[in-house]
């Protein structure tokens, strides 16, 4: 891994008719890393990743930066890993004219040759017969091989950023496994960083470099996957750990109750104080931002007491 990051942001906020929903991030994408983006369903995941590619939708009002701007670049620097392969993949084009059709959008290359990189590119991800399959509509394959085939279109042009966005969410649990886990090998094969917005944390455990960890649209801990999961300095990610059946260190992780708090709602203070056993008046009052701790960045006034 490189120490010049591929992606830098800086203070990045989205707002929609001026309510916002990501409420200043900034993060790096370091060359080669997995970084996982984990957080409850509208903690700004998805929002996020797409800044990343210059795909928000038209209705966001984006400001901060994300430097450097690869979006003109996409498919070729940056690449997406989409939720849904389905939605992804004309209906309408055999698979492999569309990967080859992707090779061509970024090379001088023959159809032939273009034809040829798309059927290496399914075989690479485990499409068996992939000639023939190459022949084949999206919807005359099954869930995991589209899913694989998308993979397959987002490395074919080696990128330097994947971003995947709960890529394996459509999928039952075996699938899911196989998915990450042609995913993971393609990556690496290619040399791309990776952006993996999920919100499973075994995925973090199993697959990632770097975990950030979102609460209503902010950074709530940043770090090393494996320290963040093992020992969670902010409250909200011990209360997310809580959540799966497990234990860390042999303690009990204390649960919270509630939901986050609606975007146009929020609570004044840290957003996750309503929810924190730890809050105390300060919490109430002021929101804390990130700061270095144990090798991390902990947005949390009580972070260094745990
Ligand atoms: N097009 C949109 N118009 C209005 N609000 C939006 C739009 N897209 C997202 N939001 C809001 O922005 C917030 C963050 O959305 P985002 O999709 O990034 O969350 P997420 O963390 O990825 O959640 P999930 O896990 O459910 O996908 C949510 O409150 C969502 O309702």
Do not use: W
């Not at 990632?208 to 090393?224: F, H, I, K, M, S």
């Not at 109750?257 to 957003?271: F, Q, V």
């Amino acid at each position: 891994m490189g120490s010049e990051p591929l992606l830098s942001v800086r203070d990045l906020r989205i707002a929609f008719a001026g309510v916002e929903v990501v409420r200043g991030l900034s993060f790096d994408v370091l060359p080669g890393e997995v970084l996982a983006i984990v957080g409850e369903s509208g903690a700004g995941k998805s929002l996020t990743a797409r800044a990343l590619l210059g795909m928000l939708p038209r209705a966001a009002a984006m400001t901060g930066t994300v430097r450097p701007d690869l979006s003109a670049a996409r498919g070729r620097r940056i690449a997406l890993v989409p939720q849904d392969a389905l939605s992804a993949l004309s209906p309408v084009h055999p698979v492999g004219d569309q990967l080859a059709a992707a090779v061509r959008s970024v090379a001088r290359v023959s159809r032939s040759a273009a034809r040829a990189r798309a059927v290496a590119a399914l075989e690479g991800v485990g499409i068996p017969d992939a000639a023939r399959r190459a022949r084949s509509y999206p919807h005359e394959f099954s869930g995991g091989m589209r899913q694989r085939a998308v993979i397959a279109m987002a490395t074919i042009n080696s990128p330097d950023v994947l971003v995947a966005d709960e890529p394996t969410t459509a999928l039952d649990e075996e699938r899911r496994d196989q998915v990450l886990r042609v995913l993971a090998e393609r990556r690496e094969s290619v040399g791309a960083a990776l952006v993996l917005v999920t919100h499973e944390l075994d995925v973090v455990r199993e697959h990632a470099d770097r975990a950030l960890v979102l609460y209503a649209g902010r950074l709530a801990e940043l770090g090393p996957a494996r320290r963040v999961l093992e020992r969670p300095l902010a409250p909200y990610t011990a209360g997310l750990l809580a959540s799966l059946p497990q234990h860390v260190d042999g303690r009990r992780l204390p649960t919270f109750p509630g939901t986050p708090p609606a975007p146009g709602a929020l609570p004044p203070g840290c957003a996750f104080a309503p929810r924190c056993p730890l809050a105390t008046d300060i919490c109430r009052e002021r929101e804390p931002e990130p700061r270095h701790t144990d090798g991390r960045l902990v947005a949390c006034h009580h972070g260094e007491d745990r």
